[in-house]
């Protein structure tokens, strides 16, 4: 049994959404500090801040200048210092965003490689053209593109996953790894207690940099050198540090890979992000079109991960959504005839799986999808890029604003509603983004109502840390006989628990739609639901969206 953080939950802030303390319309950590009441009371452990380190902001602070530095527009060095301490007093963890991957083009190291230090250039992937003069190789960047941008000064192609803004770093080198290690021994020192690491996974290519294969993973991602890599920094910041959550994001991995790198024993990280089940709405596995939700797809791919990962002993973080996603409501629940209860019971299917929770802003008040209908709404490059790249290919304008009304992360980054006030509450001045259709309801009304999706949440989180069995008991899936309905059983030492939740407005007969014969009726105990179930027996329907959590005392 992993007894280090088994029973933590993270909440995700995406920093530039989240609350503007100042009414330059763009979120801030001082905003974050008037927030921490409302964090508090959701009952998390952690809080995952995404990127506020100086950065030109091409990538919304995924592309970072300086990581020693605060970016002026979300505060001062004296505001994180504040906040960690205002935190830690509530009893919560700030973790921060490392995007060790790449940096921005404007960090210093990458100006003094493009002015032709030689030291600096082995910091960076720089290649010479191919034979022809093309790219090194077929690699595409994540935003669309070719991976490889070409500087005519110094007749080489530098390597960028992401944006050309962001050149890839060396980590071959083994001076570039020493800078990353000490950049965390800074922030430790200062009372940060958890870091999630950016695209993680893909720090490590292959050193004959072969050209992809159409169909098969990409050469760059879980590369050669990954593990050890994720070890040496993990024994080099955190030895001394051993409270430390560490979270990976890691990108287009695998079962194996992903245990390995959250097996204890490998010392590499705490836990992580996969994103297959992201996938389930894809068309012909293709994030850039329109979609429908295969339900069989979603509850076979979490549950093989959750298996998987469980058998090999490793660690998933559970997500529905983060900042590079659409909202969980919008895509699983039905925001339109069901909101309240479609919310909870899309909560309820996966946050007792296991794992580490990861709860993104806005999902815990039944926060929808943008809705936005035209390009000027949108700020993402990943969405403004692919606006041009459809439009194209031949799409036209009203298939291609479709496309990214489903797709855009910008369906996660609108801004947090706290009341009703202008602008929602989040700014006194013009929101850098505005909401759309996104708002369902505000904080201020969720904590007030005992009902609430928020309310639920609160709950489901305290629940979960009081039944060890939803994060250390064995999981086993149940077989239903609809692919919308989610089964599951949590062993644990004392109780089982059963989870079912209906994942669509179906009404079924329940012993008809899941294999509950196995179950002592005589034991039940109602843990949670979003619906009126008897306390000591299973109900003979399944409601539409209707949830539930039942205890079996052993
Ligand atoms: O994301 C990496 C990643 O692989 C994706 O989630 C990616 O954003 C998505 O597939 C695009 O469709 C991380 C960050 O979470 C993201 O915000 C950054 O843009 C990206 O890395 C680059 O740092
Ligand atoms: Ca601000």
Known sequence: MREKHSDASIYQVYIKSFKDSNGDGIGDLNGIRQGLGYISKLGV????????????????????????????????????????KEADELGLSIMMDMVFNHTSSQHEWFKKALAGDKKYQDYYIFKDPAEDGGTPNNWESCFGGPAWEYVPSLGKYYLHLYAVSQPD???ENPEVRKELYDILKFWLEKGVKGFRFDVINEISKPQNFPDAVKGEREPFI????????????????????PDVLTVGELAGCDIENLSKFTDPLSGELDTAFQFHHMRADYTNDEKWSSGVLNHKLLKETLFNWVDGVQKRNGCLSLFWSNHDQPRALSRFGDDVNEPEKSAKAVATALYWLGGIPSVFEGEELGMK??????????????????????????????????????????????????????????TA????????????????????????????????LELRRKHSASYNGRFVPVSTGADEVFAYTKEGETENLIIISNLSG?????????????????????VQTNDDLPKHSLPDKLAPWSAMVYSIKK
């Open 45 to 84: 452990s952690h809080i995952w801040i995404t990127p506020f380190l100086r950065s030109p902001q091409d990538d919304n602070g995924y592309d970072v200048s300086d990581y020693r530095d605060i970016e002026p527009m979300f505060g001062t060095m004296e505001d994180f210092e504040h906040l960690i």
């Open 369 to 426: 999808n943008a809705g936005f209908v035209s390009l000027e709404q949108y700020r993402d490059v990943e969405s403004l890029n692919y606006y041009s790249i459809l439009r194209e290919s031949g799409k036209s304008e009203e298939e291609t604003l479709a496309i990214l009304a489903q797709r855009s992360r910008d369906n996660g980054r609108t801004v947090f509603p706290w009341d009703n006030s202008h602008a929602h509450g989040f």
């Open 429 to 460: 001045g013009e929101p850098w983004m505005w909401s759309g259709n996104s708002v369902y309801k505000s904080a201020a009304d969720e904590v007030a109502a005992d009902d609430s999706i928020f309310a639920f949440y609160r709950h489901m």
């Open 222 to 241: 879980n590369g050669p050198r990954v593990h050890e890599f994720v070890h040496e920094m993990s024994k080099t910041a955190f030895t001394e540090y």
């Open 506 to 526: 179906n009404e079924y007969c329940l012993n008809k739609v899941v294999d509950i014969a196995f179950l002592d009726n005589s034991k039940l105990e109602l």
């Open 169 to 171: 770093l060396n980590w």
